[in-house]
């Protein structure tokens, strides 16, 4: 794996105003720091454990975002080391994460988008119901910064693309419903190695990218 080379090819992919997130999970430091090396400055990672290890100790102007499933007692060390938790997919994750946080934590809803009972995230229904409850309003150390979701694992770029498509639809929906006078409402993290194309086409303004820029892990 070219780690340089594959970070150059992808970059010319991406628009401006799309932002790229490294996805470093089951990666080793020394590929994280020829990323790093290479101009790289967001990484992410979806278990809390590998993630404390890594942020302890590479460098910390690398901004680290938490992808995975957040059990409620890693929430606190969690938060000590990241600006984005971009998989809440819960209302108890939200209040645990606003008592525990010793900062202001950027948050992105999850939604549930594919067609995979195993895929995460707030049913679009559920997730509405939360926002017009107005409570969230009162969580101090969170600041709702947009949705996030995940396609279904196919190769049938159309299903992809549908998804993507309403996820984007909530997204304005929402935003205008919720966040009309709230400038932080600004981000769409949809689209993984495989369709991030697809995504940018359909309006996401952040990518998560692991396996194409790392390869595949053992
Ligand atoms: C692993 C992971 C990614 C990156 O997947 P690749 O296919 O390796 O690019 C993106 N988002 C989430 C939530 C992940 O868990």
């Not at 992919?13 to 020394?30: F, R, W």
């Not at 998989?87 to 950027?106: G, M």
């Not at 299903?159 to 600004?186: A, H, P, T």
């Amino acid at each position: 794996m070219n780690i340089e080379l594959n970070i150059r090819q992808i970059r010319t992919t991406i628009p401006n105003g799309v932002q790229m997130v490294c996805v470093s999970k089951y990666h080793t430091k020394e590929d994280i720091t020829k990323a790093y090396k290479y101009g790289e400055r967001v990484f992410a990672e979806s278990r809390a454990q590998e993630l404390l290890i890594k942020a302890q100790t590479l460098p910390k102007d690398i901004e680290w975002h938490f992808i995975g499933h957040l059990q409620s007692n890693k929430v606190k060390s969690v938060c000590q080391w990241v600006s984005m938790i971009q998989s809440v997919d819960s209302i108890k994750l939200i209040n645990t994460i606003n008592s525990y946080a010793d900062h202001v934590i950027d948050v992105l809803l999850e939604v549930h988008i594919a067609n995979e009972e195993s895929k995460s995230g707030f049913e679009e229904r559920q997730l509405i119901d939360f926002l017009a409850t107005d409570d969230w309003k009162q969580l101090n150390k969170i600041r709702i910064r947009g949705l996030m979701g995940m396609a279904t694992n196919t190769n049938d770029v159309n299903l992809i693309r549908q998804e993507f498509r309403k996820l984007k639809v909530l997204f304005e929906q929402v935003k205008k419903d919720y966040f009309s006078n709230n400038l932080y409402f600004d981000t769409l993290s949809m689209g993984m190695s495989d369709d991030y194309q697809i995504a940018i086409a359909e309006g996401a303004t952040m990518v998560r990218i692991g396996s194409k820029i790392f390869g595949n892990h053992q």
